[in-house]
């Protein structure tokens, strides 16, 4: 059974940083597509970063040169990078996995396209 457990949320102020980490087990990642959704109280969940697994990552626009993706293969971890946070990144973030081995350019975004969903961590940027 595949299971997704985020860790790395918390409260920061803006311009700060924060590193989210999925563990994932009952699976290795290097078989995955993997990423993370947020939501914001009162929106809905978007794509926020997605890797697939030959390492290709895309990103949303609204995080686009401040969050960076990783994997660590050995350890069986995704990484989220946080960087030059904004109010607006406030959201509980949510790891994903969908056992494939890429996902089409228009999917990654997709709620519809992860089998495996983590609990979600709460991230909370001050202004």
């Known amino acids: 059974q595949v299971q997704l457990v985020e860790s790395g949320g918390g409260a920061v102020q803006g311009g700060g940083a924060l590193r989210l980490s999925c563990a994932a087990s009952?699976?290795?990642?290097?078989?995955?597509?993997m990423g993370w959704f947020r939501q914001a109280p009162g929106k809905e969940r978007e794509g926020v970063a997605h890797?697939?697994?030959?390492?290709?990552?895309i990103y949303s626009d609204s995080v686009k040169g401040r969050f960076t993706l990783s994997r660590d293969n050995a350890n069986d971890t995704l990484y989220l990078q946080m960087n030059s946070l904004k109010p607006e990144d406030t959201a509980i973030y949510y790891c994903?996995?969908?056992?494939?081995?890429?996902?089409?350019?228009?999917?990654?975004?997709?709620?519809?396209?992860?089998?495996?969903w983590g609990q979600g961590t709460q991230v909370t940027v001050s202004s």
């Open positions: 009952g699976i290795t990642v290097s078989r995955l597509c």
């Open positions: 890797i697939d697994t030959d390492g290709r990552t």
């Open positions: 994903v996995a969908e056992p494939r081995l890429r996902l089409p350019p228009w999917a990654w975004a997709l709620v519809s396209q992860y089998s495996y």
